[in-house]
């Protein structure tokens, strides 16, 4: 029962996350995007499945939309500072997103109004050349303390049934507090073409975070300013 524990431990784990990575290098090779003004637009936020009783989500997706807007800004604002400019990146000029807000403000009511419109028509209401899109799609099925203590449970089921030789697929599947898709696109404003695209299924929202340090790293464009 030792040999399998810690096996079973790192099963328990480990979350999936798959991720897709798209440039568009045939734009890339027909349009200098170096010198110009990106801006990270309000991120989309949509929350689904079982909802408390005492939570606004509407309010909820309110204030995640501002948070990844900033997340997402910083992420790339801490690689500049980190890192030099790589070889397949461009370097741009990064709009504040207080201003990115301010200036929709001024034509619209409120930024969730910027959500249902095209990303390209919103970054020439504002002066962009480029913008970052974001949409996070959460499906609450249960709380995360909930989740912890079913996992704990079937933790425990799967080191009882688990074979005595050899590593195998646990028998019980283990369950989520809640389900994401997370996705980022870069897109240019002038035509609406996407340059790039990063889309993911992170097991919780800390994992968010981290992808957007990680899009920072990857990304076609360096802030430079």
């Known amino acids: 029962m030792k040999t399998r524990l810690p096996i079973l431990i790192v099963s328990a784990m480990l979350a999936s996350c798959s991720s897709?990575?798209?440039v568009n290098k045939a734009y890339l090779s027909q349009h200098n995007i170096g010198s110009k003004t990106l801006a990270?637009?309000?991120?989309d936020v949509y929350y689904s499945g079982k909802q408390p009783r005492q939570d606004d989500w509407y309010a909820q997706e309110q204030t995640a939309s501002h948070e990844l807007q900033a997340e997402v800004q910083q992420a790339l604002l801490d690689y500049k500072?980190?890192?030099?400019?790589g070889n397949q990146q461009y370097t741009v000029v990064l709009m504040d997103a207080d201003t990115v807000n301010k200036r929709l403000l001024t034509k619209m009511a409120d930024l969730r109004t910027a959500w249902t419109m095209p990303a390209d028509s919103v970054g020439r209401m504002i002066?962009?050349?480029?913008?970052?899109?974001?949409?996070?799609d959460?499906?609450?099925y249960m709380s995360q303390k909930a989740a912890n203590w079913g996992n704990a449970g079937l933790f425990v089921l799967n080191v009882l049934t688990a074979p005595r030789y050899g590593v195998e697929p646990p028998l019980f599947g283990y369950v989520k507090a809640a389900d994401f898709d997370y996705e980022i696109n870069l897109i240019a404003t002038a035509t609406g073409d996407t340059i790039s695209s990063y889309r993911l299924n992170p097991p919780n929202r800390g994992e968010i975070t981290r992808a957007n340090k990680w899009m920072a790293t990857k990304s076609v464009?360096?802030?430079?300013n």
Do not use: N
Request: overall charge positive.
């Open 127 to 136: 002066g962009a050349d480029l913008v970052i899109k974001v949409r996070m």
């Open 20 to 22: 897709g990575i798209y």
């Open 138 to 140: 959460r499906e609450r």
């Open 81 to 85: 500072c980190s890192h030099g400019r």
């Open 40 to 43: 990270v637009l309000p991120a």
């Open 221 to 224: 464009v360096f802030a430079g």
